[in-house]
T-cell receptor, first 114, second 116 residues
Framework: AQSVTQLGSHVSVSEGALVLLRCNYS??????LFWYVQYPNQGLQLLLK??????LVKGINGFEAEFKKSETSFHLTKPSAHMSDAAEYFC????????????FGTGTRLLVSP | NAGVMQNPRHLVRRRGQEARLRCSPM?????VYWYRQLPEEGLKFMVY????????ESGMPKERFSAEFPKEGPSILRIQQVVRGDSAAYFC??????????????FGPGTRLLVL
């Protein structure tokens, strides 16, 4: 079975500062990994995903994440936070067989202060 | 191209009533997933459907919950005899199954169910 742990339910940064949201996963097979963003009262939007190939994945809005198999991690980063990045971020894992049954972490709320 | 649509966006029910949640997938998508988000938690998979078929319902509670995706019309998640613990946000996602690694699930805005 797969699971996801997101460290820190809340992360606060200043505008312009580095954003780092942590995600560790557990999977018995090589996983597919995802980051989604959720704005208030909206659905989830895919930021980026890792399936195979290059371990550094670039997504929308300047975000990127690196798959580190040895650390079972898939942390999300952005060099410079913007006020519009304030939202809830979810890391998710699925297995590359059958259908894409996503297993989500509990989410990290990113707060950006001026 | 319209995104995934869900209605109603907000639904209030009293204990014992029925709740019907609707999901219209994106045009051209024939695969639908339902997830539930309890307060302060991540999304939990409930059920995966293709047109006229339930493929995997391993995340559905054994009683009171059912889902369908008919040949015509939206997918429906039905909760009978609702209880307060059913209060949650219910999200639908649709996808167009593609070979290999290309599948992406597109999420709707969710239905927030409140049981009084």
């Amino acid at each position: 079975a797969q699971s996801v742990t997101q460290l820190g339910s809340h992360v606060s940064v200043s505008e312009g500062a580095l954003v780092l949201l942590r995600c560790n996963y557990s999977s018995s097979v090589p996983p597919y990994l995802f980051w989604y963003v959720q704005y208030p009262n909206q659905g989830l939007q895919l930021l980026l995903k890792y399936t195979t190939g290059a371990t550094l994945v670039k997504g929308i809005n300047g975000f990127e994440a690196e798959f580190k198999k040895s650390e079972t991690s898939f942390h999300l980063t952005k060099p410079s936070a913007h006020m519009s990045d304030a939202a809830e971020y979810f890391c998710a894992v699925s297995v590359p067989t059958g259908f894409q049954k996503l297993v989500f972490g509990t989410g990290t709320r990113l707060l950006v202060s001026p | 191209n319209a995104g995934v649509m869900q209605n109603p966006r907000h639904l209030v029910r009293r204990r014992g009533q029925e709740a019907r949640l609707r999901c219209s997938p994106m045009k051209g998508h024939s695969h639908v997933y339902w997830y539930r988000q309890l307060p302060e938690e991540g999304l939990k998979f409930m059920v995966y459907l293709q047109k006229e078929n339930i493929i995997d319902e391993s995340g559905m509670p054994k009683e009171r919950f059912s889902a369908e995706f008919p040949k015509e019309g939206p997918s429906i998640l039905r909760i009978q005899q609702v209880v307060r613990g059913d209060s949650a946000a219910y999200f639908c996602a649709s996808s167009q199954r593609l070979a290999g690694t290309q599948e992406t699930q597109y999420f709707g805005p969710g239905t927030r169910l409140l049981v009084l």
